[in-house]
């Protein structure tokens, strides 16, 4: 593991952004917390489901991670698991100085995919560019060219003294357009610049505007772009940028995050970063204000050690351990997976594995919201309960034995993945599925009580 000197991952920038909630009857975000007791099959693993974009700068100068740098991009993810897999203890306390704390988040990023771009522009994502927004490009006025001086209407001294160091005039011809400001001065409401070069006569658009720095570390243009808007999948974007700065990235939404200069920064700082960063994309908010009540009031961030006092380990602070998230961010997680249906398709809990089967073997009352991976299987004479939304997996059938009752109460039974899962079969019992009971009075009965509901089967 590379050891990052304290100044690099001092500098390491990120941008805060959140999620939020599209449906109003989730249950509490206690049900969904993963405790170490927590059954797997009512509180499965969220696998996420992820697409590397790599942008090269250009295909000979790609300064970027090379794609067939497996080592390195292995070993960014096998971190990020890590560290959401084996969470330290809290240093700073809640309130309420509670210390209780979950291990293993059980949440996965899987990597699918590795797509490579050579695209200058979308490599670049912090630069120096022309300011055209707002009240730019500044309309010119008049021009005296005696004095050599600009007019423009407005008083824009403010804009000048921060920005307006040099200047570029649309059109020009002379000194490729790019002037620099001797000084300025307002007379009633027009602003006059004086440049340092000598203007040329020639100035055909009337325009003008100065240089910025143009930050598009959490623009969506690159997911638009290069993955077309896709929402199967969180869409992780290699990039860089042609101004000088270390690492930075952004997780602005559920299906997209962007890390740049990952080249340029500790192995391990940029695993950090990108644990960081998903948990934005996930739902998650910064530390220094608590986003639930088992967070700490307060929480010191500038990548500085973090203690018992006033810096936390938390993975959304700016800490440098980044080791720990509270119960409650856990649960909030699978809260969101287990009943948004507009973020459930980029799990990969929609995927069937007949080893996630759930047997129901006594009565059994489901209250949350549960992504469901297998068949579930409802043994002869037993009753599970449906009170909330179960999302099945691709193709998956319910059993339902002899005697067996499903009573789907408020509840609904779907496949949110984009596809349908198989349905209920009324059977003997799952070793003589095909079979069905010899007498009709001993079925396996489907209830539906407060508008309950099934759909999206292909059964
Ligand atoms: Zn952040």
Redesign the pocket.
């Known amino acids: 593991m590379t050891k990052i000197s304290s100044s690099l991952f001092a500098l390491i920038l ?3 952004f959140s999620i939020s909630l599209t449906a109003q009857n989730f249950n509490l975000i206690k049900d969904y917390i993963p405790e170490e007791f927590s059954s797997v099959k009512t509180h499965p693993i969220l696998t996420l489901k992820t697409t590397l974009h790599i942008v090269y700068r250009t295909k000979e100068n790609p300064q970027n991670i090379l794609a067939n740098d497996l080592k390195f991009i292995n070993q960014q993810y096998l971190w990020v698991n890590n560290s959401y897999k084996n969470l330290k203890k809290p240093t700073l306390l809640p309130e309420n100085g509670e210390t209780y704390y979950i291990p293993d988040s059980r949440i996965k990023f899987r990597l699918d995919t590795i797509i490579v771009h050579h695209d200058s522009v979308a490599w670049d994502r912090i630069y120096r560019g022309l300011a055209m927004n707002g009240n730019l490009p500044w309309k010119i006025d008049s021009i005296d060219i005696n004095k050599n001086t600009i007019k423009i209407v407005g008083k824009w001294e403010g804009l000048l003294r921060s920005r307006g160091d040099s200047l570029v005039i649309g059109g020009s011809n002379g000194n490729d357009g790019v002037y620099h400001t001797s000084s300025f001065y307002t007379i009633e409401n027009n602003t006059y610049i004086i440049l340092k070069e000598k203007l040329d006569n020639d100035i055909i658009d009337g325009y003008i505007t100065y240089y910025r720095k143009i930050d598009k570390n959490c623009w969506k243009d690159n997911w638009e772009k290069l993955a077309n808007s896709d929402k199967n999948s969180i869409h992780v974007f290699y990039t860089g940028a042609s101004s000088t700065q270390p690492a930075f990235g952004c ?1 602005p939404s559920p299906y997209f995050l962007n890390l740049s200069k990952l080249d340029l920064n500790g192995d391990y700082a940029s695993a950090s970063l990108t644990a ?2 998903l948990g ?1 994309c996930i739902g998650l908010r ?1 530390t220094n204000v608590p986003q639930f009540n088992d967070l700490p009031p307060k929480d010191k961030f500038g990548f500085i050690p973090c203690d018992t006092i006033s810096v936390s380990n938390n993975i ?1 602070g700016y800490n440098k351990c980044r080791n720990y998230l509270s119960p409650k961010q856990i649960g909030f997680i699978h809260q969101q997976y287990s009943n948004d249906t507009a973020i459930i398709r980029t799990t990969a809990n929609g995927e069937y594995n007949s080893s996630n089967n759930i047997k129901i073997r006594l009565k059994t009352t489901w209250e949350k919201s549960i992504l469901v991976s297998g068949d579930i299987i409802i043994k002869p004479g037993r009753k599970l309960i449906v009170k909330n939304m179960v999302s099945m997996a691709e193709g998956a059938n319910i059993y339902l034995s002899k005697k067996a009752k499903l009573i789907i109460d408020g509840g609904l039974i779907t496949n949110n993945h984009g596809g349908k899962w198989g349905g209920v079969i009324i059977c003997k019992s799952y070793s003589k599925r095909t079979k069905k009971p010899f007498r009709k009075a001993n079925y396996g009965e489907i209830i539906f009580k407060n508008e309950g509901l099934m759909n999206n089967s292909s059964k």
């Open positions: 990120s941008f805060c997780g960081h960063e934005h910064h959304m």
